[in-house]
């Protein structure tokens, strides 16, 4: 077919030739001649549209199996696609049933979506560089309780106010959304405007946070730009806890100053300088701007969080955010190694064997918290069997590490008084502590603490709340 299309051009270009190579034509000649080309190049044309009248008819005359090859080539392409756009971080690791390991992993797509499933057949796990098959992904529950520190970094300017009060009135409930899905939470606060105003560090005190909030007032804002990257560069000099996944929560609805602009705010950072840094300090960043700013979004990109749009109610972007950080699931594998490591070096391939994230885990740390998860007590009980798997892995693990020393802390639902119920967690975080003394585990490297019902992870208004809320976790204090 493409022959047809460069005949009229060709004709016209072999005639122009060959009257000019004419030496004996007269000029005259050559004249009629050039009056007479245009004719033969529109005869050119007609042949060239008689020829297209048979090309639909070839062109449409496609058997029924091409037809179905080329939807399931198009089907292929697409399956790919979503698997190659499948991104991870992990959360946290739980080697409390070791030699089996879980990964605490979140999954989504790579505009942020997350994955309503997940399957054994979607990805493989590395270990050192050994596949280990995957004995089970799960859904994660609120037992698992995940550590994550959270930094508010809040634009103080004076088209802020109606988002400041946002947060006010939401936060109560984003905590409480928080714990119901198992995250074990810490909240911080960097204010800013052309500069960085006030920083706060994590605390777990709702109240606290918004004593904080209470005395902000927006104002000022006297060039467009604000120093957002400044207050981002906070995040460096925050008290994170070690085993804490680290969130910050940019909220903004301004651009923001970059290295060598003008204007009231200066700053030494750049968009992919901040990317930088926020990285080196594994500082997953989400961002409440308007979706017109692109460097927010190249920012979240960067470091593996998402883009709100600031114009959304603010209590439908934090249900939306926590949907988004809570949709956990638990990636169990089991290992080779001999005793707990001090770190796991572990890789996640989907399963054209492309790598999704790949870490290197710290699981001897001070602040990791383990929760024996079947350690249950009975209500108003605080007896242990003479043999319980779960210490078992604990005994076995301070032994082959004699510089750890742990605290064991005791909880309790909140049936009872609350000062039975603190005597009462001190004998179950007592009751651990023999069981290990029992095994030979020095008593100087066990320290244990009552806590009653003041830190629940679940509803006291269920049977299945109360029973997760007496529980005993252990947390490393020294290495």
Known sequence: MMKYLFLPYNISI??????????????????????FLP???CFSWVMLITSLWAVPAQSHSLSDDSTAKAKELRETASVKTSVAAIKMTVQNVDVTRFPEVRLIVDAF?????????????????????????VLSIDKISVKERI???????????????????????NVEKFVETLVSRGIDYRLGL???????????????????FLRWLSTVWASGGFDEKENALEALAETKIMKWRPPANRVALMITDAPYHQRGEGGNGRTKYTTQSIIDTLRANSVRTFCIAPPTIKEYKTIADGTNGIVFDI??????????YSTQLTNLYAVTYR???????????????DQNNREIIRKIIPVVEIGRKLIIENLLFPTGSFALPDSVYELEVIREFLTNKPKVKILIEGHTDSRGSK?????????RAHAVREYLLRKNIRPERITIKGLGDTRPIATNDTDFGRKINRRTEIVIIEK
């Open 335 to 349: 290992t080779d190694q001999a005793a707990i490591p001090d770190s796991l070096n572990v890789g996640i391939l």
């Open 419 to 427: 000062k039975g119920n603190l005597l009462l967690s001190e004998r």
């Open 190 to 208: 960097v204010l800013f405007s052309d500069f960085v105003e006030k920083t706060y560090q994590p605390t777990t005190d709702v109240k606290e």
């Open 147 to 169: 550590p994550v520190d959270f930094i508010f970094v809040i634009d103080v300017t004076g088209t802020m106010q109606a988002h400041i009060n946002g947060v006010k009135s």
């Open 14 to 35: 072999s005639f122009r030739r060959y009257f000019q190579n004419m030496k004996k034509v007269s000029s005259a000649s050559r004249k009629y001649m050039r009056l």
């Open 109 to 133: 797509s790579s505009d942020g979506v997350p994955l309503d499933t997940l399957t054994i057949k979607d990805i493989k796990v590395v270990e050192n560089g050994v596949e280990k098959k």
């Open 39 to 41: 004719c033969i190049v």
């Open 311 to 320: 114009a959304k109610p603010f209590a439908t972007i934090l249900d939306q």
